[in-house]
């Protein structure tokens, strides 16, 4: 039988789209990537996920694990030669179980982050990954990924998350580690290798997800801010007078608001222009009286000391939603100014202010009147650090630079003891950069651990991990190939 | 060259110990375990553990790395083979790095656990992590085995502390992950391959640690139960009403504490008789009124609606450290009337009430008068279930069963969902029974990751998988066999 015969046979011919059908599949949400494949599967279930593993192995076709397709770094698209099965999960969407007195819930690859969600509050609980796209990522994405978002500073990473998982591995069979347990120190932890490994390792088809206890109430506020010296000063007052009632510090420069206002002029800012900005969400055991008067202590105290400029505590639900709008329309608000050049980085928190005025004054040596659009989770050390054209340069000759003003950035990221991806992933995006940044030996580690668990090199291929005829390159050539001797040297 | 003569040559004759010197390392502290080595060696950096692993590996001879040498499981003793290099970290100690404005501490593996926290402190910072063997025990050996304690319910466990780590693999190289970084997604994580691993897959010789804020106050309460269903509805109503603030929830069988008082009798339980006793820690980022309101708050409620049937929150600092020496003496106590049979065990804490009641049942049909001293981490779901012997048979006829017990105790667990090392590790202790409660494909999966970093099996060989002579054993035979067809039958 062909692949296409047996994969009908395994799953039902409707769920085996071939031709335009197959098209959404085949490429990235942000239109960055397109690619060809042999086919997109639907299936329903881990043992028809396992039966598709199967029959692609037998057939030596690569596979592309697909979630929700809102990545940032092209994980989800199969290249272009046309031979690769994308296996979407979204059909496999059921939550199997809520167990509230445990704090767990067990759902399938294919659920949307935002139904994820709900089956919580549901139950009275609280599952707190929350990101942009979570009306149509989904959490095997998440889990595949690893994804941030705003609330990692108190409930972490989705790899903080998971406490099992259920995976097919490339040989197509299925290994159940859905335990939904806090403590266990029975061998290797394989959960937290498939983790962020962007399906090169095997299938993510379900996990045993953390709950919390839902907040009685939050409270958000926004303070004016001179310096980000200041930020990290509020930072560590917020971090001691809260604790884990912290559950969002959120930073952005003055440009970054200029830049709502001009785009979304219903929008405003409730305090007087200044260079930075800090959004501080408090969730709160007790209930909103007691949230406000914590604010109120901690930030006048900071005012008073003159960490901060100014300060305004939303006074509602409204208004609060309205700060927490301003922060998440800055991409929109940027992509309407025209295309720019993206970074999702982080440098130890401290590293912050260091790494911001060196990376600004070298990208305005390099390129005079270029634009920063600095925002992102200060409490995390994660900037989505973008780059706007200089008003003067024709968009075509700035985004023709793209390549080296990753390279400056990312260059002063390692400087500073950073990661040049800090939520979104390698995926295809900055798989080729990889190499300049990690040291042989993780690059070698890492290639031991994909030899290991997918010996085919089946799953996945070309992500996260240059193709292995790259690794015979000689070394000197472009900024794929291996690590150079001094990687911190601009581009 | 021989190996001593090498090894003396690489790290100084004074730290290569052979002969009775070496003597202290050959046997864990509980003195259930004694191994012979070639010699043990006690490098003082990096750059020397890597020395001395080259030098092991070209030799081929086995390594046995060694923290504080207070594990629970053998997982730091030589075999008796007379063949292995112990590998103490203890020179190891030093502090390399405090940055409070990122929250994070460099240390090195020999760095005892109190020196840690000591040095977090110093810093107006808290490294949560905290043991019964914290004045000896070392932060490798805790990374090693992912050690837990009693602040898992908030700070997660010893995995959770670790953003980064140093290693030197198998291989003599050294890896230096040491990142800062709460967010960082490029590529596999090789931090948690390590982390948990027993020193099986490399050695790790430093850890970039997560500190948190100091908490303002700390308050204590005794709560008596009726039952293990009362119990985790007053957990149910602690997390919502204090979420994060809830540092630690132990659950204490009132025959353990009466065990206590019996060894003790200078302290004393602050509240009637009952079958169960909670113990709640709060810690709270404002202070001792508020954190005794809280508390006030929550029991009153849970008393009113006849959740627990008396309280006693502490009065003073003396008074909670009084009831957590309750909670610390049960070991020592029970120790005092006799050996008994320990196991550390978890399963999902909704599962506690009938795990317990289905085992205690169990154990008490096939040894009546079979006494249980059960107490643990209850918000963890993680259980220190004790069997003392009956009053009317001999010790020795008691522990000739043990194997026996191990095995229905396991098998209840695994029927229960649980694990059967909640925060041990496997070690020698374990590592026969692994097969049978982990799928043949985890196995694998744990075999094949041995395989690709460890391919000499050199590195602290017959800890955490059986050796692999034991492999080619026809099923069916002892229970270090592979798994069974059905492993929840009992013993």
């Known amino acids: 039988m062909t692949l296409l015969a047996e994969l009908a046979a395994a799953i039902g011919p409707d769920h085996v789209l071939a031709g335009p059908a197959g098209a959404p599949f085949l490429t990235d949400w942000r239109r960055r990537y397109t690619g060809r494949a042999a086919a997109v599967v639907r299936p329903a279930s881990t043992a028809e996920v396992a039966r598709v593993v199967g029959i692609c192995l037998r057939h030596g076709a690569p596979m592309v694990p697909q979630g929700g397709n809102t990545g940032l770094a092209g994980g989800a698209t199969p290249d272009d030669s046309g031979r690769a099965v994308v296996i979407s999960l979204a059909r496999m969407n059921r939550i199997r179980a809520v167990d509230p007195l445990n ?118 506020a926004l303070a004016a801010l001179g310096t980000l010296d200041d930020a990290l000063a509020l930072l560590a007052r917020a971090r001691s007078g809260f604790d884990a009632a912290l559950t969002a ?79 998440e329309s800055i991409s929109e608000a940027q992509a309407a100014e025209g295309k720019n050049i993206k970074h999702d980085i982080a440098v130890p928190t401290s590293a912050i202010p260091a790494f911001v005025a060196a990376t600004d004054a070298l990208l305005e040596r390099w390129l005079p009147g270029v634009r920063h659009v600095t925002f992102g989770h200060l409490g995390d050390g994660n900037l989505h650090y973008n780059v706007s054209r200089p008003e003067s340069m024709p968009e075509a000759g700035f985004l023709a630079r793209q390549d080296q003003v990753y390279r400056l950035v990312h260059d002063s990221v390692q400087a500073h003891g950073g990661s040049i991806s800090a939520e979104h992933g390698i995926g295809q995006l900055r798989r080729d950069e990889l190499p300049r940044y990690k040291s042989p030996v993780e690059m070698a580690l890492m290639r031991r651990l994909k030899q290991a668990l997918d010996p085919r090199g089946l799953m996945n291929p070309g992500k996260v991990l240059p193709p292995p005829a790259r690794f015979a390159r000689p070394p000197g050539g472009d900024a794929g190939g291996p690590a150079k001797p001094d990687p911190r040297r601009p581009g």
């Open 103 to 220: 704090d767990t819930l067990v759902a399938e690859a294919g659920c949307v982050l935002q139904a994820v969600q709900d089956a919580a509050r549901q139950a009275g609980r609280l599952f707190p990954l929350s990101l942009a796209s979570e009306g149509s990522c989904t959490i095997g994405g998440n889990l595949s990924t690893n994804a941030g978002g705003t609330q990692v500073l108190r409930y972490g990473n989705a790899r903080e998350l998971a406490l099992g998982l259920e995976v097919v591995t490339p040989d197509g069979e299925i290994w159940n580690g859905l335990r939904g347990l806090r403590k266990d120190n029975t061998g290797y932890h394989l959960r937290d290798l498939y983790l962020g490994a962007e399906g090169t390792l095997g299938i993510i088809t379900a996990a045993t997800l953390r709950l919390f206890p839902l907040p009685a109430a939050q409270c958000v």
């Open 249 to 327: 510090f959120e930073i952005m420069s003055g440009a970054s608001l200029d830049v709502v206002v001009r785009a979304f002029p219903r929008q405003r800012v409730p305090l007087a222009p200044a260079p930075w900005y800090a959004l501080l969400e408090l969730s709160d055991s007790e209930g909103e009286a007691h949230a406000r008067e914590r604010f109120e202590r901690v930030l006048t105290a900071a005012l008073d000391d003159g960490v901060v400029r100014d300060v305004a505590i939303a006074e509602s639900l409204a208004q609060g939603k309205a700060l927490w709008h301003l922060r």
